[in-house]
């Protein structure tokens, strides 16, 4: 536990993947126990969401976050992700600046 969270699952897939252009994740990935509830609520496969968010479908969010996410690349940013299941609740995925790791969380507890 973590911070009063638990944390579900850190894996490291041993696959690195491009985000959009050239921007290179090496495939940590975090789901909080939240996320895996919201996705199994839902009949939701997260993987589907993360192959959204690794080709540049990054959903629900703001212009500005769009922006910054074609960007980021290039200054080293992190790339963020928001997704509106079925039941209202969000899924946000968010790949660090460094892409050390990508973490998919919801906004739900």
Do not use: C
Not at 60 to 80: C, F, G, K, M, Y
Not at 82 to 93: D, F, S
Request: proline content about 1%; aromatic content about 6%; hydrophobic content about 45%.
């Amino acid at each position: 536990m973590k911070g009063g969270k638990k944390i579900w699952a850190l894996a490291r897939t041993g696959h690195s993947a491009t985000i959009q252009a050239n921007d290179v994740t090496n495939a940590y990935v975090l789901l909080t126990t939240a996320a895996v509830t919201a996705l199994k609520a839902t009949a939701t496969e997260g993987v589907f969401l993360l192959h959204r968010h690794l080709h540049g479908d990054w959903g629900n969010i703001t212009s500005q976050d769009s922006l910054q996410n074609e960007i980021a690349p290039l200054l080293s940013w992190r790339v963020l992700s928001r997704y509106t299941l079925a039941q209202g609740t969000e899924i946000w995925i968010i790949s660090e600046a460094d892409r050390a790791m990508t973490t998919i969380m919801s906004t739900r507890h």
